[in-house]
């Protein structure tokens, strides 16, 4: 059972690391801000590129977790990295 918490956390943790990744994205690379850059990059067709982008403080979660020995909820990250890709394509 602590298996699957762990690896629900980690997915969070992912989902959670994705969308803070995006949000600095937008809010700090766009004169628009988060909400109005999503809005436009989703026009553009260009918020795959935002997601990927965002992606990469998974990256840095991912390392960190293995460093602490929480392997189990690094799985959950790149189950969530998974999640994101596929988000990705569907965007």
């Given at each position: ?16 690391g994705g969308f ?25 067709g260009m918020i ?44």
């Amino acid at each position: 059972m602590k298996n699957k918490k762990d690896i629900f956390i980690g997915f969070l943790l992912g989902l959670l690391g994705g969308f803070i990744g995006c949000f600095i994205v937008l809010q700090f690379f766009t004169e628009v801000g988060f909400l109005n850059g999503f809005t436009a990059m989703r026009q553009a067709g260009m918020i795959g590129k935002i997601i990927t982008l965002g992606a990469v403080l998974n990256l840095i979660l991912f390392f960190i977790l293995l460093n602490k020995n929480k392997e189990l909820m690094a799985r959950g990250i790149i189950l969530a990295m998974f999640f994101l890709t596929v988000l990705t394509l569907i965007l």
